[in-house]
C-alpha cells in the first residue's frame, strides 16, 4: 500500500517570531507545487500562534515539539497539550534530545504519546540508538524497547494517529547519515515488530521517518528505500530552499 511522504522540520531552538515567519513563508512558498508531500514544520512555542495565524489557508502541518502528559499544574516551564488543541496538527515526542539531555524515560514518553492521542493530535514518536548499541548489535533489541514503551497504551485502531521517526542518535546534526540500507534494514524491523505488536494492516501503513543529517545530497537515495516514508529534518529545515528541495526530491520518486 501507498504511503505518503511526509517531510518534517525540526527547528529545534532557533529562529525569532519574525524569522519564523519569514520561514515559514518560504516553505509554504517553496512547497506548494509538491501538493502529494505531506509538509510539517516544528517551530518553537512561541512562533506557534503567529505561524498558526500566518499558515491557516494553507496546507502545511504545524507542529509542537514537545507536550507534558498532564492537563495543567505545577509543571515550571512545560507546556501542556490542551494549549496546544486547535494551534497543531502534530507532537513530536521522543526526541533523542529530549531523551538524553532532558532525561526523559521511555515511560513517560509512552505517557506523553498516550495523553497526544487523547487530544486527538499526532504523534511523532522518535526511536532511535547510539553508537555504542549499534557497535555492540543491539540496535534492534534498543529500538524496539523504545517503540514497545513508546505504544505500550495504544491500540491498533490508534495507530492512524501515530508516526514514527527512526532517528540513529549518532546520526543526529553530526553530518553522519546511516546508509540507505541501515535506514531501510532498521525501518524494516521497526514495522516487523508492528506486526508482532498489533497485525500486518498496522505495519503496512504507519509512516516511518527517517532522520539523522538529511539534506538535498543524501535525501534521494535514502527516500527511495522501501520502507522510509519520509524524513525528519533539523538543520537542513532551517533553510526554506534547502528544505523544500526535500519535498521536490520526494515529490519525483
Ligand atoms: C533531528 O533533530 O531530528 C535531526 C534529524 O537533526 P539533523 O537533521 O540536524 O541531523
Redesign the pocket.
Known sequence: MARQQLIAG?W?MNKTIEEALALGEGVAAGAGPYPAVEVAIFPTFVALPALAAMLADSTLKLGAQNAHPAESGAFTGEIALPMLVGLVDMV?LG???RRAIFGESSEFIGDKVRATLDKDLTTVL?VGEQLEDRNAGNTDAVVGAQVRDGLRAVAAAEMPGVIL?Y?PVW?????L?ASPEQADETIGTIRASLAELYDGDVADTVRILY?????PGNWDEIARQENVDG???????LKAEDFTELVRISAAL
Not at 171 to 175: D, H, P, R, S
Not at 211 to 215: A, D, F, L, R
Not at 231 to 237: H, M, R, Y
Request: charged letters at 10%.
Open positions: 525540526n529545534k513530536i526526541h533523542s534530545e522518535c521517526a532517528e546520526a543526529i546534526g553530526t553530518g547519515t532522520g539523522g543529517s538529511v539534506n524524513a525528519l529534518v533539523g538543520g537542513a529545515s
